[in-house]
Every structure is written in C-alpha cells, then in structure tokens.
C-alpha cells in the first residue's frame, strides 16, 4: 500500500520515522513519501520536502512567512495527488496538516492524524476541522481523551512515542562530562532558529557568570552552525551537535526551552528549570489565546507544577540561575521533582506508539479497501 506522511518539525520527524520503520515491518512492501526530515528518510521514507525550509514558530514569524507556507501547501497538493495514496498520516503541524487533511478530504483520500492539534491550548473551535476531514485521530497525551470526549467526539490514546524512541536509543558511551567544574549543566535551546537566537545571550551571561558551572549546548543538524558562533569560544561551554540524551545523561540539570525536549528531560530523570521567550508581539496574542496553565509539557501532563517555568520577562540569568541551584544543592527540591516524575511515567503508561498507530491504519485502510 501507499502512505503519504506529513510533518514539520524535529519533533515530528524522530515520530515519524518511527512509524516508517513500524509501517514496513507490518507491510514490507508499502511505498511511502514524506514530509520530514534526516529521521524519516534514514528510516525509509521518500523525502519531498525538509522540515528546515519551513520550521516557523509564533504568530509573528508565521505571519512574516506566509507566502513560503503557502507555496509549500500548494506544492504538497500537487504532490498528494501525483502519489494518491491509500492513506494520509498527519503528524502534529497543525497549521499546516489542518489545511492539507481538508483537502485529502475533498479528494477520498482517508485521513489519520497523529498527535493532536494542541486544540487543548488554544483554538477548540478547530474540532469542526477535525470532525469533518478526519477519519481517525490518535493522541499521545492521556488528558486528551477526555478533554476530546468533553467535546463528543472519540480519540484513542496510543501512548507517548517519547518512550520508545528512548528506550531503543543506544547511548554513545564515549561521551564525558567535564571533571573540571563543580557542576555539568544541559542547555537545550530548541531546533528552531528562532529559538536558538533568543538562547545564545542568554548561555553567554550564564557562562561569564558562574565560571562553576560547565554548560553543555545541545545543537541540532538542521540549524547553521554559525548561529552558535558567539559563545564557541567561551571557557565553560562546549556545543555538541546531535548528542541531546548523551548531553542530559551526563548532567546534573536542564536549562530547557518548551517544547518535547521538557518532556524527553523528565523521561532522562534529569532536574529542569523551563525558560521561554517569544517576540513581543507572538507573546503579547498568545497571552490572549492560550487556554492552558503552564506552557510544558510536563506540567500539563501531570496538571501540577513540577518543573519551575520561566517565562518573558522572568526569563533572566539571575531566576535561571536561583533555580539551577536549587536543583543543584537543595535535596528536598531535587527530590521532589524527581518523584513528581515518577507520577509523570505513570500516567504516559508503557505503551509501544507506533505499533499501535501502524495497526490502527493498516485496519482502518484495509477495511475500506
């Protein structure tokens, strides 16, 4: 059979690359084109288009980019329909895969989507969208399920994919911590340039400040390693390019942008403090927007806070560095956090995601057939 799957961020390519190497193994001979990344085309999937031409992020940035959205969107259409496939996978990318489910729609084609627009946060009037050009919608978050059914309409749960992209992931045992400084410190800036631009001044006053410290940047493959030029040279960071678990098994604490990374930080049993900032303008319409308490994923998940979120204008070295400590050298506010974890682990469950999604399309496509 044929599948066409789509995503647009980091995130979404570790996912769905996943999910290609479940897909051949349950139909050896499936043809699958992909929107994605390195991931999924290393996992065996015809890559049209690279997630890194279109990685935006915030109102503003997208509003600034429209016309590239818009060509990709019309290239994507056209490309869909040369391949017509059996069946449409969506993964996250909401702005985007919302638009292109409506027109798989329109044409017969069965839509899946896997990972939910975040309609949780921001938006719920978009399950109009999802109840008319959706066929089925599997979700990763165990709060969905009944936030969806709070809105009649039925999702399945299928586990976090998170967890066994982890648990298969073989560590490169030849990574070492620096034994030169008091503490080893994770900084995952994100894979978005955006994100890695508002992050590099921020790791540079971290690094003049406390010289016991050793920060360890983790950079990603899609990004231009000149984005990183200005703090290369500083005594007490050392960037390392595709090395994310390696870096978090090493350290003693996360300075984490949100996002998946807070999510992967807790499944490596790693101390976080969350810090996020926005362009004025993508921060100011989201304040108005945004339907949730926290802003990680964590938090959300547990509906508590666990991990301290530093965000706009509480975003500074000195609270980043307060917090830090506490992790640090604080016993009780370490160990809290550690066994707010657990309850964290407890309530994703141990479920194998892309299997389950993988049995869930074949059946749904074969039935049709």
């Given amino acids: 059979m044929k599948y066409f799957l789509i995503a647009g961020e980091r995130s979404g390519d570790v ?9 051949l193994k349950k139909d050896p001979m499936a043809q699958i084109v992909c929107y994605g990344g390195d991931e999924m085309k290393a996992a065996g999937g015809e890559l049209l288009s690279h997630y ?6 915030g109102f503003y940035e997208v509003f600034t980019n429209l016309r590239v959205i818009k060509k990709k969107l019309n290239t994507c259409k056209k490309e869909l329909l040369a391949f017509h496939p059996d069946a449409v996978i969506f993964i996250d990318y909401p702005g985007f895969n919302l638009r292109m489910a409506a027109f798989a729609k329109r044409q017969g084609l069965r839509t899946i989507y896997y990972i939910s627009p975040k309609i949780w946060a921001w938006n719920k009037g978009r399950i109009k969208e999802i109840r008319s050009f959706v066929d089925k919608l599997l979700v990763i978050f165990p709060f969905e399920v009944p936030f969806y059914k709070s809105l009649n309409y039925s ?3 299928v586990g976090n994919p998170l967890i066994e992209h982890i648990d298969s992931y073989e560590l490169d045992t030849s990574f070492k911590r620096s034994e030169n400084h008091c503490w080893n410190i994770a900084f995952l800036p994100g894979s978005r340039k ?3 631009e508002h992050s590099i001044e921020m790791i540079s006053k971290l690094a003049h400040q406390r010289k016991d410290l050793f920060l360890w940047i983790a950079g990603v493959d899609n990004l231009p390693i000149d984005l990183y030029d200005s703090i290369i040279g500083l005594s007490n960071v050392r960037l390392v390019v595709g090395k994310t678990y390696e870096i978090l098994n090493s350290c003693d604490a996360a300075i984490v942008t949100s996002g998946t990374a807070t999510l992967e930080t807790a499944l490596w049993n790693i101390p ?6 926005a362009h004025p303008i993508s921060y100011f319409i989201a304040k108005y927007l945004l339907q949730i308490k926290f802003i990680s994923l964590v938090n959300l998940i547990v509906d508590k806070e666990i991990v301290k979120e530093l965000i706009q204008k509480d975003y500074t070295s000195e609270n980043v560095l307060r917090e830090v400590d506490l992790l640090l050298t604080d016993e009780k506010t370490r160990r809290k956090q550690l066994t707010d974890y657990q309850e964290l682990n407890i309530l994703l469950g141990q479920k194998k995601a892309s299997e389950i999604v993988v049995e869930k399309v074949y059946n749904l496509v074969t039935k049709l057939l």
Avoid: P, R
Wanted: hydrophobic share 50%; aromatic share 14%.
């Fill in 272 to 277: 976080q403090v969350v810090c996020y900032k």
């Fill in 194 to 196: 955006q994100e890695v």
């Fill in 15 to 23: 996912y769905g690359a996943n999910l290609i190497v479940a897909l």
């Fill in 155 to 157: 999702v399945e749960y």
């Fill in 52 to 57: 890194k031409e279109s990685a935006f992020m």
